[in-house]
């Protein structure tokens, strides 16, 4: 994430309704991250359709209370997913999707 410009604010973020992967700043915008991993070939696609509408609204509510918490009511935001393959022993695919499914 790093290397894509993002600079990391919390790691595993926790309240009482959830996790939040990552939280993270690039350039002005807030950036909640949600990192799926699965094995497979088919890993990837796996993976994204894992993000069903309520684990979507889910996420979104975790970035209101962080939000809310975090004085950042007024910083734009959007959800990013990173996919990760997991492929033999040691090979992993990455994939970043930058607010795939909505803006929050």
Known sequence: MQQHGYRILARNWRCTEG?????????????????RTRR????????????????QRRLLRLVEIYAAEHDLEE?????DVVLVALVGHEQAHIRLLRAPWLDA
């Open 40 to 55: 497979g070939l088919a890993a990837l696609d796996r993976a994204a359709e894992s993000l069903n509408q309520t684990k």
């Open 75 to 79: 910083h734009p935001w959007r959800v």
């Open 19 to 35: 996790e939040i992967d990552l939280v993270a700043q690039e350039g002005e915008v807030m950036v909640c991250v949600e990192v």
